[in-house]
């Protein structure tokens, strides 16, 4: 990772500031309260004296991480802002972050909004928890960086979260990050945490083992309306955690999660692939993410069809 001297300024800029407030996205999985709290941990660590917070909107499903501060908003004056797992500012939990003195960019999505001050972005890690934990390891000693057991569990719940348990985006430098850290994890205990499910989404899942749809071009599909989340007490976000569902499906080669929300008045359209890109077509629509993983919230189920059409295409462009 060439970051080296970014990291050095962005290390310089913490150093500088007595108060450190540290944000994440709307709607967060592991990765993003990973990086929030590990990154706080290595301050604390390094800077005891300092101030550090994590803020955001408590997501109960991530209790077994940490809960969130609540803070006042004057405690934003002169205080260094840091946004971490965040690709754009309209997925920032908490509009309070650009009210700070300064702030810093940290991510792993396509930088296409380079907001704040300095941007730590390398779109080649498979999740801002690694791109942490790779910079620990290479500059712990340089720049004095400390890290307890709890950061290190942090950590290693971000990097299987976004990897799907070492399912997909790795290479033999994540195993080799990942082994410095597994001793001081209780891996055991976190697997449980993180595989937990309520009987709602047990409920769910046997929904989408039934009514998923399958093209001829293995382009596979579950659309789920907020009626059927309602009969069985399942949130959208909690829905939106079962994407991995269809990625058990045979020869599948790119699935989708469409969640419909009538509160927010969208439908919740995650998509990821196998071998194919998606990233691109969630763009057309507003959204995006990485190649084999995106999202895109739209307003209509004529839309979401329109976005299947595509997927089926791209689907059948390899299979030609």
Known sequence: MRSGNMLA????????????????????????????????????????????????????????????????????????????????????????????????????????????????????????????????????????????????RLLYAGIIGDTGRFSYSLSKQLFADVATIIERVDYIDLYKDFSMKTTGQLHLIGYIYQHFIMTDSKFVYCKISTTTLQEMGVSNSEASMLIYVLSEVKDARSWALFIEDTDQGLIRCNLRAGDIAVNDIAERFGGGGHRKAAGVRVRSWEQVDEMILLLDERCAEISS
């Not at 290390?11 to 994440?24: F, G, L």
């Not at 500012?89 to 003195?101: A, K, P, S, V």
């Not at 940290?106 to 890690?125: F, K």
């Open 9 to 152: 300024e962005i290390w310089q800029k913490i150093n500088e500031y007595d108060r450190i407030i540290i944000h994440r996205h709307i709607n967060p999985d592991p990765d993003a309260y990973g990086s929030q709290g590990a990154l706080a941990d290595m301050i604390i660590q390094s800077f005891p004296s300092k101030e550090v917070y994590c803020v955001g909107t408590r997501d109960a499903r991530m209790d077994y991480l940490f809960l969130p501060d609540i803070i006042d908003d004057d405690l934003y004056q002169d205080a260094l802002v840091i946004v971490c797992d965040t690709a754009n500012t309209e997925r920032i939990d908490g509009q309070q972050y650009n009210t700070g003195d300064f702030l810093i960019k940290i991510d792993h999505h396509p930088n296409r909004d380079p907001y704040g001050n300095l941007q730590l972005v390398i779109e080649e890690a498979p999740a801002t928890c690694a791109l942490l934990l790779r910079l620990y390891i290479e500059y712990k000693e340089k720049l004095g960086i400390g890290l307890s057991d709890n950061g290190a």
